[in-house]
T-cell receptor, first 112, second 115 residues
Framework: DQQVKQNSPSLSVQEGRISILNCDYT??????FLWYKKYPAEGPTFLIS?????DKNEDGRFTVFLNKSAKHLSLHIVPSQPGDSAVYFC???????????FGRGTSLIVHP | NAGVTQTPKFRVLKTGQSMTLLCAQD?????MYWYRQDPGMGLRLIHY???????AKGEVPDGYNVSRLKKQNFLLGLESAAPSQTSVYFC??????????????FGPGTRLTVT
């Protein structure tokens, strides 16, 4: 029973366009959400996070949006670059547990 | 600052053999974790530790044991390896959750094959 779902295993985008990666969660106690990026043969690295008291957090080309009523968050990358090609994991924690739950990841390919 | 390091990077085991994966962090983090990553399954938590001398089970703990004798080290043991334990193993660490920042730092991974 997945509490964090990334329903798109893969996404293909043209360089310069927007990439939108989606994540849904079922546990209403989650109050902190993170996105990680993973290149092949490397460990995941932290990208951006958002607390449930906000609905948007921006860091350069990366913006995360949180819709608590829909239990949905999304990561926007604008403009997309070939170096953004990686697997992106969504993670969530809360409800008294600091241990994050991860989604299964979305593989983003940005074509030159 | 080396961050999180893992030893070894690669290993091939025969069914029934045992081995220990070592994770070390130099960031004075309280929390440490072991994950496995399998195709299409994302990152699944095996065991974690919230401090020196304490460990707890994660989502997929069967067949693994852990120890955290020193704050900076977290060991993952396979007592009797099985082909189902073929995977990429990642160690991670994080500080206690304070304020708005709470992210995990991951090691580079250990690729384990059990034949």
């Amino acid at each position: 029973d997945q509490q964090v779902k990334q329903n798109s295993p893969s996404l293909s985008v043209q360089e310069g366009r927007i990439s939108i990666l989606n994540c849904d969660y079922t546990n209403s106690m989650f109050d902190y959400f993170l996105w990680y990026k993973k290149y092949p043969a490397e460990g995941p690295t932290f990208l951006i996070s958002i607390s449930s008291i906000k609905d948007k957090n921006e860091d350069g080309r990366f913006t995360v949006f949180l819709n608590k009523s829909a239990k949905h968050l999304s990561l926007h990358i604008v403009p997309s670059q070939p170096g953004d090609s990686a697997v992106y994991f969504c993670a969530a924690s809360g409800g008294g547990s600091y241990i994050p739950t991860f989604g299964r990841g979305t593989s983003l390919i940005v074509h030159p | 600052n080396a961050g999180v390091t893992q030893t070894p990077k690669f290993r091939v085991l025969k069914t029934g053999q045992s081995m220990t994966l070592l994770c070390a962090q130099d960031m004075n983090h309280e929390y440490m974790y072991w994950y496995r990553q399998d195709p299409g399954m994302g990152l699944r938590l095996i065991h974690y530790s919230v401090g020196e001398g304490t460990t707890a089970k994660g989502e997929v703990p069967d067949g693994y044991n852990v120890s955290r004798l020193k704050k900076q080290n977290f060991l993952l043991g396979l007592e009797s390896a099985a082909p189902s334990q073929t995977s990429v193993y990642f160690c991670a660490s994080s500080q206690l959750r304070t304020g708005a920042s709470y992210e995990q730092y991951f090691g580079p991974g250990t690729r384990l094959t059990v034949t």
